[in-house]
């Protein structure tokens, strides 16, 4: 189960998504949350019990958690090995072997949580990894 090893280390909740979502919004006035607040859900599996969700302050941590939650999945399969190392095929082959992905991220501007899917998460999360490497 991929979010088994996940809600120690990252805060993941499992459960009822929809009511944990509302419950989580209600802790985010839209005047006082920081432009780029962003709530990422993952499904793993077709399974309704395995929706989860997340808030990061920015887009950026959330697309780090996206590759956390990679990052944890390979530990989970190689547990004897001290470090992993993956490319970005093989990151976006997990992300695409999701049931879904998906985030909402706030739009200071418009005062609002806007949708974004699957593909463009894999777009923003290139684009993150191409300038880390660039450093």
Request: hydrophobic fraction near 35%.
């Amino acid at each position: 189960d991929l979010s088994s090893g996940i809600n120690a280390e990252w805060p993941l909740r499992p459960g009822d998504w929809y009511n944990n979502f509302i419950s989580e919004l209600s802790n985010y006035p839209a005047m006082s949350t920081p432009n780029g607040h962003t709530i990422l859900f993952v499904m793993p599996s077709q399974k309704p019990t395995s929706r989860t969700y997340a808030d990061f302050e920015s887009l950026t941590e959330a697309l780090e958690g996206v590759c956390k939650i990679y990052e944890e999945h390979l530990k989970e399969l190689n547990p004897s090995s001290l470090s992993i190392t993956y490319d970005i095929s093989q990151l976006f082959d997990f992300v695409d072997e999701l049931s879904d992905l998906a985030c909402l991220i706030f739009n200071k501007e418009q005062r609002m949580y806007e949708p974004k899917d699957k593909e463009w998460i894999k777009e923003k999360i290139y684009s993150m990894l191409r300038k880390q490497a660039g450093k």
